[in-house]
C-alpha cells in the first residue's frame, strides 16, 4: 500500500490542471438539457476531444489517451476542480464505450468509439418501458430478424437525453417465445431511423430531461447488435456495472460538492449562528465523500491487479446516491429561508445550485437501478441471504 | 499509487485468524470472565509467537520492524474473535512510544520483553479517565500535562471500575508524578503523546471493522437458519435490507481504517484527522452491527446464554475508548471547517500541498 502519487501521476495532474485552466468556459454553460444547450455543451465536447481529454482511459486509435484508471480519477478531479461542463455524452462515454471495449467487434469499436469521444454521436440508453422499470426482465419491445435486419417494435421510456440524442442503446426481445431475461438481445439504434419517434417529458425540473421513444417497425441492420442474439442480458449487466460501480458517478464529483458544503457553511457561519446539528451534518458528509474516494481507489487498484466489478458496484451505488442527496438536503437547511428561491429571484445570489442539485439529486436512489433493487442484489449475491 | 495489500500481508492476516479461532474460541473467553485477572498468560505468550506483540518492534529489539499497515488486518483479527487481551496498549500503543523516545534506555530495557511477551505495557490517554489492563501491566506510561510518565505497577494505587464488558479490565489510576517517574515533556511529549492517541484510536477502529464482520456473519447465518412462516427468515426483504445497510455501512469504513493505517505509518500531515475518520466510521458501523444483529436475532440474541452480546459489549467499549466516534468527529469538524489541524481531500489536494 502506497497512497502517495509518483511524480508521473503529478505531471499527468499538472498537465490537465494546466489545459482545464486555459479552457474552461468562463460562464457556466446553459442547461444540456435543453436544444441550445445540447449543443453548445457538444461543442465542449469536440474541444475535450481534440486535445485527447474527452475519455483518458481509452486507447489512442478510439480517441483516448491510453490512461490508466488512475489517471482516469486524477482528470476527474482536476474536472471538478475547474467546475468544467456536466458531460453530455455520458451515457456514450462511460457506460457504452466501456461495453463496446468489453463485447464489440473490431467493426463495431472502430465504428462507434471514435464518435462517442467525440460526441458527434450522443447516446441515449433504453432499458426501461412502461411494464419494465425495477423489473428489467419483463421487456416487451421486440426485434424480428428479416434478411439482415432487425425490425423492432415497441416502445422506451424515460430515456436520458433522449431529447436530443442521436442514437440509443438498449435491450430487445429478439425470440419471441422466451421469458425473463433470456432471448434479449443488445441493439443499437440510431434516433434518426425511419418509424422512431421521441416524445421529450418534462422532469422535476420543467426541463425535458429524459423521453419516451416509440419505435414503429423500425429496420437496423443485424450488425447493429452487441454481443451474441440472445445474451444481452450479460452486455447489459457489464453496462450497470460500470455505471453503478465506478464509472457514473466519479468521487471527485461529491468531494466538489462536499468542499462547496464546507464553504457554503463557513459563509452561513459568517452571518451568524449555525444549528450545531447542521455543522454534524456538514462534517458528515465531508467524511462520508471521503470515503467513497477511498473506496473507489480501493476498487481501481483491485481493477488495475486483475480484478473485475461485480456485485459489490452495488454498495457505491447506494452510497453515493444517498450521500448526493443528504448533501443537497443539508445545503439547503443551511441556506434557511433562501432556500426555495429560483435563480431568476432578486434575493438568489449566492444561493449557487443547491436546489437545482437537490432535484437532481432526489432522482439518484431510482435511477440506475433503484435502491432498493441493489440492496436485493447485496442481501442476495453479496450475503448469500436465501432469495425465497 | 496502490490502495492494496500485498500477499504476505494477507497471508499473516489468515494466519492469525486462523490461530484465533483456534485458540481463543468464544467458550475461552466466556471462562476468562469468571478469572481474577480476565487474562491468559497462555495465550498472551502464544500471540507473541505468532509475532503480533513485537510487530511494530525494531528487529534489533526482537520484534518484526513492521509498521501500521501490516498491523492493521491483525487487529481487525483480534477483533472479529474478540480477543480481550492487551494488544491495542501494548503492542499498537506502548512499542512504538517506547520505540520514538528520544531518550532511549527505557526503550532498549522494555522492548525486547514486551515483543517477546514476558512484559505488558499500559498506556493512559488525556480523553478517558479509565486505564485499561493496568493490573496485568508491568510498566504503566501515564499522560501529565506535556509529560510521559513511566511507572511500576507497585507505585499506583488502583480501583477497579466494573464494566458492561465483562472481558474488560479497566481501573482508576491514583498516581504522583515526579523528576524519577517523568520520562519526557514539552514538545517531545506532545508529539508522542498525540501519537499514541492517534495510535490507540486507529486500532480501535481496526478491531471495530473486525467485530462489525463477525456480527454480520452471525446475523446471516442465523437469518439463512432460523424459519418463520414456513421459510428462512432472511428470504424477508425486511432483514435482507437492513443487513445490506449495515454491509455498506461497513465497506465504506473499511478503507478509511485502512487509509488511517497508512496516514499512521508514513507520518502523514493529516494524519489526526485522518485517524478521526476512522474511529469515527468504523465505529459507526459498529454500533449499528449490534443493533441490526440483535434484531435479526430476535429474542434468542437478547439472552446471556446466545454470544451474540460478546460482540455486541465489545462495540460498546471500543466506541468509548481512545476517545468517542463524538469526540472524533469533533476533531474532523475542527479541522475541517475551522481549519484548525489539516485536513485535505484525497486526491484533490496532491498538488495543493
Ligand atoms: C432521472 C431519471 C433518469 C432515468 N434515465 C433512464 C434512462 O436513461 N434509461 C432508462 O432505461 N431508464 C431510465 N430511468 C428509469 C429508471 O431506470 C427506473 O425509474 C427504475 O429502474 C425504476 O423503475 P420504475 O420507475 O418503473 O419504478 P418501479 O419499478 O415501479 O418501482 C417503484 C418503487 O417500487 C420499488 N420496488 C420495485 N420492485 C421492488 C422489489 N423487488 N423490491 C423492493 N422494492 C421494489 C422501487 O424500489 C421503487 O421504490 C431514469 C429514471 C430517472 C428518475
Same mark, same amino acid.
Given at each position: 500500500?502506497?497512497?502517495? !502519487?509518483?511524480?508521473?501521476? $503529478?505531471?499527468?495532474?499538472?498537465?490537465?490542471?494546466?489545459?482545464?485552466?486555459?479552457?474552461?468556459?468562463?460562464?457556466?454553460?446553459?442547461?444540456?438539457?435543453?436544444?441550445?444547450?445540447?449543443?453548445?455543451?457538444?461543442?465542449?465536447?469536440?474541444?475535450?476531444?481534440?486535445?485527447?481529454?474527452?475519455?483518458?482511459?481509452?486507447?489512442?486509435?478510439?480517441?483516448?489517451?491510453?490512461?490508466?484508471?488512475?489517471?482516469?480519477?486524477?482528470?476527474?478531479?482536476?474536472?471538478?476542480?475547474?467546475?468544467?461542463?456536466?458531460?453530455?455524452?455520458?451515457?456514450?462515454? !462511460?457506460?457504452?464505450?466501456?461495453?463496446?471495449?468489453?463485447? %464489440?467487434?473490431?467493426?463495431?469499436?472502430?465504428?462507434?468509439?471514435?464518435?462517442?469521444?467525440?460526441?458527434?454521436?450522443?447516446?441515449?440508453?433504453?432499458?426501461?418501458?412502461?411494464?419494465?422499470?425495477?423489473?428489467?426482465?419483463?421487456?416487451?419491445?421486440?426485434?424480428?430478424?428479416?434478411?439482415?435486419?432487425?425490425?423492432?417494435?415497441?416502445?422506451?421510456?424515460?430515456?436520458?437525453?433522449?431529447?436530443?440524442?442521436?442514437?440509443?442503446?438498449?435491450?430487445?426481445?429478439?425470440?419471441?417465445?422466451?421469458?425473463?431475461?433470456?432471448?434479449?438481445?443488445?441493439?443499437?439504434?440510431?434516433?434518426?431511423?425511419?418509424?422512431?419517434?421521441?416524445?421529450?417529458?418534462?422532469?422535476?425540473? %420543467?426541463?425535458?430531461?429524459?423521453?419516451?421513444?416509440?419505435?414503429?417497425?423500425?429496420?437496423?441492420?443485424?450488425?447493429?447488435?452487441?454481443?451474441?442474439?440472445?445474451?444481452?442480458?450479460?452486455?447489459?449487466?457489464?453496462?450497470?456495472?460500470?455505471?453503478?460501480?465506478?464509472?457514473?458517478?466519479?468521487?471527485?464529483?461529491?468531494?466538489?460538492?462536499?468542499?462547496?458544503?464546507?464553504?457554503?457553511?463557513?459563509?452561513?457561519?459568517?452571518?451568524?449562528?449555525?444549528?450545531?446539528?447542521?455543522?454534524?451534518?456538514?462534517?458528515?458528509?465531508?467524511?462520508?465523500?471521503?470515503?467513497?474516494?477511498?473506496?473507489?481507489?480501493?476498487?481501481?487498484?483491485?481493477?488495475?491487479?486483475? %480484478?473485475?466489478?461485480?456485485?459489490?458496484?452495488?454498495?457505491?451505488?447506494? !452510497?453515493?446516491?444517498?450521500? $448526493?442527496?443528504?448533501?443537497?438536503?443539508?445545503?439547503?437547511?443551511?441556506?434557511?429561508?433562501?432556500?426555495?428561491?429560483?435563480?431568476?429571484?432578486?434575493?438568489?445570489?449566492?444561493?449557487?445550485?443547491?436546489?437545482?442539485?437537490?432535484?437532481?439529486?432526489?432522482?439518484?436512489? /431510482?435511477?440506475?437501478?433503484?435502491?432498493? /433493487?441493489?440492496?436485493?442484489?447485496?442481501?442476495?449475491?453479496?450475503?448469500?441471504?436465501?432469495?425465497? | 499509487?496502490?490502495?492494496?495489500?500485498?500477499?504476505?500481508?494477507?497471508?499473516?492476516?489468515?494466519?492469525?485468524?486462523?490461530?484465533?479461532?483456534?485458540?481463543?474460541?468464544?467458550?475461552?473467553?466466556?471462562?476468562?470472565?469468571?478469572?481474577?485477572?480476565? =487474562?491468559?498468560?497462555?495465550?498472551?505468550?502464544?500471540?507473541?509467537?505468532?509475532?503480533?506483540?513485537?510487530?511494530?518492534?525494531?528487529?534489533?529489539?526482537?520484534?518484526?520492524?513492521?509498521?501500521?499497515?501490516?498491523?492493521?488486518?491483525?487487529?481487525?483479527?483480534?477483533?472479529?474473535?474478540?480477543?480481550?487481551?492487551?494488544?491495542?496498549?501494548?503492542?499498537?500503543?506502548?512499542?512504538?512510544?517506547?520505540?520514538?523516545?528520544?531518550?532511549?534506555?527505557?526503550?532498549?530495557?522494555?522492548?525486547?520483553?514486551?515483543?517477546?511477551?514476558?512484559?505488558?505495557?499500559?498506556?493512559?490517554?488525556?480523553?478517558?479517565?479509565?486505564?485499561?489492563?493496568?493490573?496485568?501491566?508491568?510498566?504503566?506510561?501515564?499522560?501529565?500535562?506535556?509529560? *510521559?510518565?513511566?511507572?511500576?505497577?507497585?507505585?499506583?494505587?488502583?480501583?477497579?471500575?466494573?464494566?458492561?464488558?465483562?472481558?474488560?479490565?479497566?481501573?482508576?489510576?491514583?498516581?504522583?508524578?515526579?523528576?524519577?517517574?517523568?520520562?519526557?515533556?514539552?514538545?517531545?511529549? =506532545?508529539?508522542?503523546?498525540?501519537?499514541?492517541?492517534?495510535?490507540?484510536?486507529?486500532?480501535?477502529?481496526?478491531?471495530?471493522?473486525?467485530?462489525?464482520?463477525?456480527?454480520?456473519?452471525?446475523?446471516?447465518?442465523?437469518?439463512?437458519?432460523?424459519?418463520?412462516?414456513?421459510?428462512?427468515?432472511?428470504?424477508?426483504?425486511? *432483514?435482507?435490507?437492513?443487513?445490506?445497510?449495515?454491509?455498506?455501512?461497513?465497506?465504506?469504513?473499511?478503507?478509511?481504517?485502512?487509509?488511517?493505517?497508512?496516514?499512521?505509518?508514513?507520518?502523514? =500531515?493529516?494524519?489526526?484527522?485522518?485517524?478521526?475518520?476512522?474511529?469515527?466510521?468504523?465505529?459507526?458501523?459498529?454500533?449499528?452491527?449490534?443493533?441490526?444483529?440483535?434484531?435479526?436475532?430476535?429474542? *434468542?440474541?437478547?439472552?446471556?446464554?446466545?454470544?451474540?452480546?460478546?460482540?455486541?459489549?465489545?462495540?460498546?467499549?471500543?466506541?468509548?475508548?481512545?476517545?468517542?466516534?463524538?469526540?472524533? =468527529?469533533?476533531?474532523?469538524?475542527?479541522?475541517?471547517?475551522?481549519?484548525?489541524?489539516?485536513?485535505?481531500?484525497?486526491?484533490?489536494?496532491?498538488?495543493?500541498?
Amino acid at each position: 500500500m502506497d497512497l502517495r !502519487f509518483t511524480p508521473e501521476q $503529478d505531471a499527468f495532474r499538472k498537465e490537465a490542471r494546466a489545459w482545464l485552466e486555459a479552457h474552461v468556459p468562463a460562464e457556466p454553460l446553459p442547461s444540456l438539457d435543453t436544444r441550445q444547450g445540447c449543443e453548445r455543451h457538444r461543442a465542449w465536447e469536440h474541444e475535450l476531444n481534440r486535445a485527447g481529454w474527452a475519455m483518458v482511459p481509452w486507447p489512442v486509435e478510439y480517441g483516448g489517451r491510453g490512461a490508466d484508471l488512475l489517471q482516469w480519477l486524477i482528470f476527474e478531479e482536476e474536472y471538478y476542480r475547474a467546475g468544467a461542463p456536466g458531460r453530455v455524452n455520458q451515457n456514450g462515454i !462511460f457506460l457504452l464505450g466501456p461495453t463496446i471495449m468489453e463485447y %464489440g467487434t473490431a467493426e463495431q469499436k472502430t465504428r462507434y468509439l471514435p464518435k462517442i469521444a467525440s460526441s458527434e454521436e450522443v447516446w441515449a440508453q433504453g432499458w426501461s418501458e412502461p411494464n419494465a422499470g425495477s423489473d428489467m426482465a419483463a421487456i416487451q419491445a421486440t426485434a424480428v430478424v428479416d434478411g439482415d435486419h432487425y425490425v423492432i417494435n415497441g416502445q422506451k421510456t424515460w430515456a436520458s437525453r433522449g431529447a436530443y440524442a442521436d442514437w440509443l442503446f438498449g435491450m430487445f426481445r429478439t425470440d419471441p417465445d422466451s421469458e425473463r431475461h433470456r432471448g434479449l438481445s443488445f441493439i443499437l439504434v440510431p434516433l434518426d431511423a425511419e418509424g422512431v419517434s421521441v416524445r421529450p417529458i418534462e422532469q422535476l425540473d %420543467g426541463e425535458a430531461g429524459f423521453a419516451e421513444v416509440f419505435l414503429d417497425n423500425v429496420r437496423v441492420p443485424l450488425e447493429n447488435r452487441l454481443g451474441e442474439a440472445g445474451k444481452g442480458w450479460e452486455v447489459a449487466m457489464a453496462t450497470a456495472g460500470f455505471e453503478r460501480g465506478l464509472m457514473l458517478r466519479s468521487p471527485a464529483r461529491f468531494q466538489n460538492t462536499a468542499r462547496k458544503l464546507v464553504e457554503l457553511y463557513r459563509e452561513t457561519v459568517a452571518r451568524g449562528a449555525v444549528d450545531p446539528v447542521l455543522r454534524e451534518r456538514v462534517v458528515r458528509c465531508w467524511m462520508d465523500a471521503e470515503a467513497y474516494t477511498l473506496n473507489t481507489y480501493q476498487t481501481v487498484s483491485r481493477l488495475l491487479e486483475g %480484478g473485475k466489478i461485480g456485485s459489490e458496484a452495488s454498495l457505491n451505488k447506494i !452510497f453515493w446516491s444517498e450521500l $448526493d442527496l443528504e448533501m443537497h438536503e443539508t445545503a439547503l437547511r443551511l441556506l434557511g429561508a433562501r432556500a426555495e428561491l429560483l435563480p431568476e429571484a432578486p434575493a438568489a445570489k449566492g444561493v449557487g445550485g443547491w436546489l437545482d442539485g437537490y432535484l437532481f439529486a432526489l432522482a439518484g436512489p /431510482i435511477y440506475a437501478g433503484t435502491n432498493e /433493487i441493489q440492496r436485493n442484489v447485496i442481501a442476495e449475491r453479496i450475503l448469500k441471504l436465501p432469495r425465497k | 499509487m496502490r490502495f492494496s495489500f500485498t500477499e504476505d500481508q494477507l497471508l499473516l492476516q489468515t494466519t492469525v485468524r486462523d490461530f484465533l479461532e483456534g485458540e481463543c474460541p468464544v467458550e475461552r473467553l466466556r471462562a476468562l470472565w469468571q478469572t481474577e485477572t480476565g =487474562r491468559s498468560p497462555e495465550l498472551w505468550s502464544q500471540l507473541a509467537e505468532v509475532g503480533l506483540l513485537g510487530l511494530l518492534t525494531p528487529e534489533a529489539q526482537g520484534g518484526m520492524g513492521m509498521n501500521e499497515i501490516d498491523l492493521v488486518l491483525l487487529l481487525e483479527e483480534t477483533g472479529r474473535a474478540a480477543l480481550a487481551e492487551p494488544v491495542i496498549s501494548s503492542a499498537a500503543v506502548g512499542v512504538p512510544l517506547l520505540r520514538e523516545l528520544e531518550e532511549n534506555a527505557l526503550g532498549e530495557r522494555w522492548l525486547p520483553r514486551v515483543a517477546a511477551g514476558e512484559a505488558v505495557l499500559a498506556v493512559g490517554n488525556g480523553i478517558n479517565p479509565f486505564l485499561s489492563d493496568a493490573h496485568v501491566a508491568d510498566l504503566l506510561l501515564l499522560p501529565h500535562g506535556d509529560e *510521559i510518565h513511566a511507572l511500576a505497577p507497585t507505585a499506583v494505587t488502583l480501583e477497579r471500575q466494573a464494566s458492561n464488558d465483562p472481558s474488560r479490565r479497566i481501573f482508576s489510576v491514583e498516581w504522583a508524578p515526579s523528576s524519577d517517574t517523568r520520562v519526557c515533556g514539552g514538545e517531545e511529549g =506532545r508529539t508522542l503523546l498525540a501519537a499514541a492517541l492517534d495510535r490507540g484510536a486507529l486500532a480501535c477502529a481496526a478491531q471495530a471493522l473486525g467485530v462489525t464482520q463477525q456480527l454480520i456473519d452471525m446475523a446471516v447465518k442465523y437469518a439463512t437458519q432460523r424459519k418463520q412462516f414456513g421459510v428462512p427468515i432472511g428470504s424477508f426483504q425486511a *432483514i435482507k435490507h437492513m443487513l445490506a445497510d449495515l454491509k455498506v455501512k461497513l465497506e465504506y469504513a473499511r478503507p478509511v481504517v485502512y487509509r488511517a493505517a497508512h496516514s499512521v505509518a508514513c507520518e502523514a =500531515r493529516c494524519r489526526a484527522t485522518d485517524v478521526s475518520m476512522a474511529k469515527a466510521a468504523a465505529g459507526e458501523a459498529a454500533l449499528m452491527a449490534a443493533r441490526v444483529a440483535l434484531q435479526v436475532h430476535g429474542a *434468542i440474541g437478547y439472552t446471556w446464554e446466545q454470544d451474540l452480546h460478546v460482540w455486541m459489549r465489545r462495540v460498546w467499549s471500543l466506541e468509548l475508548a481512545w476517545g468517542s466516534g463524538a469526540w472524533h =468527529r469533533a476533531r474532523v469538524a475542527d479541522a475541517v471547517l475551522d481549519g484548525l489541524t489539516p485536513a485535505e481531500s484525497f486526491g484533490y489536494s496532491a498538488l495543493a500541498a
